[in-house]
């Protein structure tokens, strides 16, 4: 039974599927090359469990054995050495993630499984700089992670069905709902999310609509509890960006080509939550959505 796990990163991924992990009993090596980032995730991490605390689903005990759970590291080797899984939740870089598995295949442990938080990077292409391809899978949470119930199970084109299987019954130790599916491009979650987004996108850059019509449209029309716009800038628009490429490069259909607004405001810095400013400004300590002066009529 898989009871030592280690994630590699610790920024907004990270720090969530070690949060859930270390909650639901699991022994947790949080892996970063900055002692600061590591620092600041013990930090949200602490913060979230609060937040549990205050809603009365956790107790102070429960926050204290969470916290107690991780253990943060600021190499590969030493946290990896004794673990039974790996989930990389590195940025959503092809080249950093095949380093990383690389390095991973390297010093992990005989029989240890390694998972891919990709939310669209290729898990056979992955498994492919690895010596054991029947090990790797992929593991998409979805942000914030622990709050979201789905995790996507990325099959690569070798993943043995046993890995498959315990990843199902990891989720459902973690309390989510698991949905495998194969690996093509943008998996199912991305490939039909990015579209709609890149579409929402392209309304606003064809002058169609505005962002707060956009999103009004989406969500009172058809249910959905954020907006495109608003979801787009959550995500992260460089994240978007990328994603779309992959689509783009993997399929070849121009359907799936990032808008120029899109591309023009990711090389410009407007990124969304993370950098203050996407199709709306944040402000911090502010619950006020607002809309970009650059899209406000």
């Known amino acids: ?22 909650q639901n009993g699991f022994i947790v090596n949080l892996i970063d090359t900055s002692s600061p980032q590591l620092d600041k995730a013990l930090q949200t ?8 605390v205050a809603k009365n689903l956790l107790t102070e005990e429960g926050k204290s054995a969470t916290l ?20 990389e939740a590195a940025t959503e870089n092809l080249e950093v993630k ?9 010093l992990c442990p005989e029989g240890c499984l390694l998972a891919s938080n990709t939310s669209s990077i290729s898990i056979t292409k992955i498994a492919s700089v690895t010596r054991r391809p029947a090990s790797v899978i992929g593991l998409h949470f979805m942000n914030p992670v622990p709050v979201m119930k789905l995790i996507e199970i990325i099959n690569g084109y070798a993943t043995d069905k046993a890995v498959t299987r315990q990843m199902v019954d990891i989720a459902g130790q973690l309390g989510k ?19 709609m987004i890149n579409e929402a996108i392209f309304s606003l850059y064809e002058g169609v609509a505005g962002v707060q019509e956009i999103d009004t449209v989406m969500k009172l029309g058809m249910a959905h509890p954020m907006g495109p716009l608003q979801l787009a800038d959550f995500i992260g628009l460089d994240v978007c960006h990328s994603i779309l490429k992959v689509l783009h490069d993997g399929f070849g259909n121009p359907k799936y080509a990032p808008c120029p607004l899109l591309t023009n405001m990711v090389t410009a810095g407007y990124l969304g939550v993370k950098s203050g400013e996407g199709f709306y400004t944040y402000t911090a300590g502010s619950k006020d959505l607002v809309v970009s002066s650059r899209f406000d009529a």
């Open 45 to 52: 991490i602490s913060r979230n469990l609060d937040r549990q």
């Open 1 to 22: 039974m898989i009871k030592r796990i280690a994630v590699v990163g610790a920024g907004t991924m990270g720090n969530g599927i070690a949060h859930v992990f270390a």
């Open 98 to 106: 095949l380093s990383i598995f690389r390095q991973l295949d390297q």
């Open 177 to 195: 709902i698991p949905c495998v599916v194969n690996d093509y491009p943008g998996f199912i979650a991305n490939r039909i999310l990015m579209p």
């Open 68 to 87: 107690q759970a991780i253990t943060t590291h600021t190499g590969l080797e030493t946290g990896v050495k004794d673990v039974q899984l790996v989930v």
